[in-house]
């Protein structure tokens, strides 16, 4: 296990292990509380996620709970049911009236919630963009705070799955909405390394969206299986689409070693949440998922919107921010990029192997 595994796995252990989240029963607005009575005078910082009860994002929740214990902010969070372009606007316009101190999106749209999101700056509210940015448009922010290079993550993907086919065969990718900045990135990345010689035996054949929702993902992936009988293998970035093709293959048997596999049968990978993919994982049904740990997007995120907000901070390329230490985890200095752009990692696998330890057991 390489030393940014063994960080990202004692950073989830840590998380797990903090007091239970205690938040407010949801109001009619999906908005929930952090429990703890906010400081006098201290920051309000909302959380709006792509779509609510989503696993990855009530991941993410945990690390701006514990931060808020911390530094003593108000934290809620609050947003759409479904993960559509423009469902984001009313949140962003009710947050402008309650005057928060900051908003942190994981925005459905690079373009859509832009006007919104000028509104709420030119109030004074600080923009802090996660996991999914407004790219190409990254001046309607203040500042970006990403998991990973996007910019690495299409040559990842098909290269993880081309070792899985031997480099050869069909596959296709089944991703989240057709406006998901993050998605479309990775998207265009793994069409432009499939152009590699190294990839020339590869075909990608079809690219479809799931929207984000469970049973849409799951119907995707069953068509996929049987518009193309002779698919090896199916990439979906993200954590409800890759779940939804774990089943999908299991339903239909055609996963490695399943009754009805042809040949090394379908192999899914993608990324997904540990603790909802174990089941698949451990059968053997997927051979390997990757994330990163969403709640050190909180954390991060949720230092950088105080910070600013007491102007002890200003985003730029090649400033630095010092994240204190999570119980079990390094933190310290975090360099802002191009585009005002903060990077926390890579991503880590997770496979039959250790997939127990990464999912809290």
Same mark, same amino acid.
């Given at each position: 296990?390489?030393?940014?595994?063994?960080?990202?796995?004692?950073?989830?252990?840590?998380?797990?292990?903090?007091?239970?989240?205690?938040?407010?029963?949801?109001?009619?607005?999906?908005?929930?509380?952090? %429990?703890?009575?906010?400081?006098?005078?201290?920051?309000?910082?909302?959380?709006?996620?792509?779509?609510?009860?989503?696993?990855?994002?009530?991941?993410?929740?945990?690390?701006?709970?514990?931060?808020?214990?911390?530094?003593?902010?108000?934290?809620?969070?609050?947003?759409?049911?479904?993960?559509?372009?423009?469902?984001?606007?009313? @949140?962003?316009?009710?947050?402008?009236?309650?005057?928060?101190?900051?908003?942190?999106?994981?925005? =459905?749209?690079?373009?859509?919630?832009?006007?919104?999101?000028?509104?709420?700056?030119?109030?004074?509210?600080?923009?802090?963009?996660?996991?999914?940015?407004?790219?190409?448009?990254?001046?309607?922010?203040?500042?970006?705070? /990403?998991?990973?290079?996007?910019?690495?993550?299409?040559? &990842?993907?098909?290269?993880?799955? %081309?070792?899985?086919?031997?480099?050869?065969?069909? &596959?296709?990718?089944?991703?989240?909405?057709?406006?998901?900045?993050?998605?479309?990135?990775?998207?265009?990345?793994?069409?432009?390394?499939?152009?590699?010689?190294? @990839?020339?035996?590869?075909?990608?054949?079809?690219?479809?969206?799931?929207?984000?929702?469970?049973?849409?993902?799951?119907?995707?992936?069953?068509?996929?299986?049987?518009?193309?009988?002779?698919?090896?293998?199916?990439?979906?970035?993200?954590?409800?689409?890759?779940?939804?093709?774990?089943?999908?293959?299991?339903?239909?048997?055609?996963?490695?070693?399943?009754?009805?596999?042809?040949?090394?049968?379908?192999?899914?990978?993608? /990324? %997904?949440?540990?603790?909802?993919?174990?089941?698949?994982?451990?059968?053997?049904?997927?051979?390997?998922?990757?994330?990163?740990?969403?709640?050190?997007?909180?954390?991060?995120?949720?230092?950088?919107?105080?910070?600013?907000?007491?102007?002890?901070?200003?985003?730029?390329?090649?400033?630095?921010?010092?994240?204190?230490?999570?119980? /079990?985890?390094?933190?310290?200095?975090?360099?802002?990029?191009? =585009?005002?752009? /903060?990077?926390?990692?890579?991503?880590?696998?997770?496979?039959?192997?250790?997939?127990?330890?990464?999912?809290?057991?």
């Amino acid at each position: 296990m390489t030393r940014k595994s063994i960080f990202a796995l004692a950073a989830l252990a840590a998380f797990g292990a903090i007091a239970p989240l205690g938040c407010k029963p949801a109001g009619k607005d999906g908005a929930s509380g952090s %429990g703890d009575a906010p400081k006098s005078g201290s920051s309000r910082i909302v959380f709006i996620p792509k779509n609510m009860g989503n696993p990855y994002f009530e991941a993410m929740e945990k690390g701006f709970q514990q931060a808020s214990k911390e530094l003593g902010f108000e934290f809620s969070t609050t947003g759409p049911a479904v993960a559509e372009p423009t469902a984001q606007i009313s @949140y962003i316009k009710d947050e402008i009236q309650r005057g928060a101190t900051a908003i942190v999106i994981a925005a =459905n749209s690079v373009d859509a919630l832009n006007g919104t999101l000028d509104e709420a700056k030119a109030k004074g509210i600080k923009i802090i963009t996660v996991d999914s940015d407004l790219t190409g448009n990254e001046s309607h922010r203040d500042l970006g705070v /990403l998991a990973c290079d996007f910019d690495t993550m299409g040559d &990842f993907l098909i290269e993880q799955m %081309g070792a899985i086919m031997n480099y050869e065969g069909k &596959f296709a990718i089944l991703s989240a909405t057709t406006d998901a900045p993050n998605q479309n990135k990775w998207i265009k990345g793994m069409q432009a390394a499939i152009k590699n010689p190294k @990839y020339a035996k590869m075909q990608l054949v079809d690219v479809v969206y799931g929207d984000d929702k469970d049973q849409k993902s799951l119907t995707e992936a069953e068509a996929l299986l049987t518009k193309h009988p002779d698919l090896k293998g199916i990439i979906a970035p993200t954590t409800v689409g890759v779940y939804g093709c774990a089943k999908a293959v299991e339903q239909a048997g055609v996963y490695p070693g399943g009754k009805n596999a042809k040949g090394a049968g379908v192999s899914v990978i993608g /990324l %997904g949440v540990a603790k909802q993919m174990q089941r698949h994982l451990k059968d053997g049904i997927v051979p390997k998922v990757f994330l990163w740990d969403p709640a050190e997007q909180g954390y991060i995120a949720s230092y950088a919107a105080v910070r600013m907000a007491e102007g002890k901070f200003t985003p730029a390329d090649g400033a630095t921010i010092n994240i204190p230490d999570l119980p /079990l985890t390094k933190m310290g200095d975090k360099k802002v990029g191009k =585009n005002n752009v /903060l990077i926390i990692g890579e991503p880590v696998e997770y496979n039959k192997e250790n997939v127990d330890k990464y999912a809290g057991e």
